[in-house]
């Protein structure tokens, strides 16, 4: 079998090649990646120019809008292009590049899910010390920590795939360079990849037993208040971030624990869409549509155009008339 480790390109196969199916691929694709694009804009903007939102939740909350952004946007971009050109290769760089890069962000987004949750828990189970425990220069040490994961894991699997040769035809059964799938192409059975997906899945399993247990200790408190209404503040806070990392976790823990089946079935690439694709557009839905200072801050940015609008028709008017 033919090595081609060092060759040019590696064949994305996609969802389909029926070209009607590829069409409708990249339209949907498309309507998706706006979606997202726009939803995580903008939370990140409306977070950025209100200075109620300068908290430490939302501060963790606009990173992971931006992280969102940047994860969408090495999967779906490339996939859209492919589907409307009728062209399904990637360069070897590219597939290194997409790799690195989904790597850098999945894993840094494990790490601050679960640092939102410790801030849920410090907030609910000891909101006395919770200035000081989540101080702005802890926020942004555990923002950093979380890159740094990140960057650590995707630096290691990046090598660790692509150091073995790969042999045989290069076609990858997915519509991005996912490792699973480049490991079925090596020509020998590539341990050190093996060995660094089981210690992130060990780790990110620990994440979710810690963030399963830190909500176990939330509900109990939340449950003790007398309060309805400081009740049902915490669980608007507290449920959606709950539903995020249940929905990543899972899909995650779903493609990478199971055994890579022979024939690539249609399960496989909707369980990669759950991981890769949902997460980014569900996030500012998740977070927006229960959240009222969210809510409140859009109205009141909409307000603020508006009267700037009222303000410079009158201006623009009077020029036109000079005119």
Not at 50 to 55: N, Q
Not at 186 to 199: F, K
Request: aromatic share 14%; proline share 5%.
């Amino acid at each position: 079998m033919n090595n081609f480790t060092f060759g040019r390109i590696f064949f994305l196969m996609g969802f389909s090649d029926i070209r009607e199916t590829q069409i409708l691929h990249s339209v949907l694709f498309l309507l998706i990646y706006l979606v997202a694009l726009m939803g995580n804009l903008l939370i990140i903007t409306l977070i950025i120019k209100d200075h109620r939102l300068h908290t430490p939740m939302y501060f963790f909350l606009k990173n992971l809008s931006f992280l969102d952004l940047c994860l969408i946007s090495v999967t779906v971009p490339k996939s859209i292009t492919n589907s409307l050109m009728n062209c399904n290769t990637i360069s070897f760089l590219g597939c290194v590049c997409q790799v690195f890069f989904f790597f850098l962000l999945a894993n840094t987004e494990v790490a601050l899910l679960t640092v939102m949750c410790y801030d849920r828990y410090v907030a609910i189970c000891h909101p006395l010390r919770y200035e000081v425990i989540m101080s702005h220069e802890a926020c942004v040490q555990m923002a950093v920590s979380s890159w740094v994961n990140g960057g650590l894991n995707a630096i290691l699997h990046t090598a660790c795939t692509f150091s073995v040769p790969m042999c045989g035809f290069p076609e990858v059964h997915h519509f991005f360079c996912d490792i699973p799938q480049l490991l079925s192409l090596a020509c020998s059975y590539n341990t050190g990849e093996l060995v660094i997906i089981g210690l992130s899945l060990v780790l990110d399993f620990g994440c979710f037993v810690f963030i399963d247990i830190s909500y176990i200790h939330i509900f109990s408190t939340v449950l003790r208040m007398p309060s309805k209404e400081g009740r049902s503040k915490a669980f608007s806070t507290c449920l959606p971030h709950l539903t995020v990392v249940t929905l990543f976790f899972s899909s995650g823990f779903f493609a990478y624990l199971r055994p890579l089946p022979k024939s690539p079935s249609p399960l496989d690439l909707l369980v990669s869409v759950f991981y890769t694709v949902m997460p980014p557009i569900m996030n500012p839905f998740i977070y927006s549509l229960r959240n009222k200072d969210m809510k409140m801050a859009f109205w009141e940015l909409q307000i603020k155009n508006n009267r700037k609008m009222k303000t410079k028709l009158p201006k623009l008017q009077a020029s036109c008339h000079l005119i």
